[in-house]
């Protein structure tokens, strides 16, 4: 394999990582919804605050060191739109996370402290954050397509 190849791949296996288990929480959160279950959501939401800062945002920042990376060794233009879509698509994620996800993850955790798992406030913020993170997913779904067609190429 050639430096570019190991490059690409380490930026690939770190895009499956992130958003492939963003895909993941969707379908447990969708499971986990559908059961009414309060305890089991609030379960899930700090299993997936965990995930987050511990897998999901290093994943993205060693994603985005190799694609840098790569596309240096390879000369790329990173004028090229579906470069420009990947770091779109990158701040986005990390605005989001930094601006909305995390503060209300922290807000979350002190409604349950102070009224419960069985909160009505907690299970509102719950769902917020999986309908934000939800679009963001979407997003990212986006520019995985955009980069692997590399659009306007």
Known sequence: MSKYEILVAIHVLMAVVWVGGNVMIQILAFRTLRA???????????????VGT???????????????????DAN???????ITLGFVGFLASFLV??????PQSGKLA?????EGEESPAAAAIIRRLLSVSRAELVLLLVVVVAMVG???A
């Open 54 to 72: 511990r897998v999901f945002m290093p994943a993205s920042v060693i994603l985005l060191i190799f694609g840098i990376w790569a596309a240096s």
């Open 110 to 114: 002190k409604v349950i402290e102070a």
């Open 76 to 82: 790329l233009d990173f004028g090229s739109p579906w």
């Open 36 to 50: 009414d279950d309060s305890h089991q959501l609030v379960l899930l939401s700090r299993n997936i605050e965990w």
């Open 97 to 102: 996370g930094m601006g909305f996800l995390g």
């Open 150 to 152: 590399k659009w306007g």
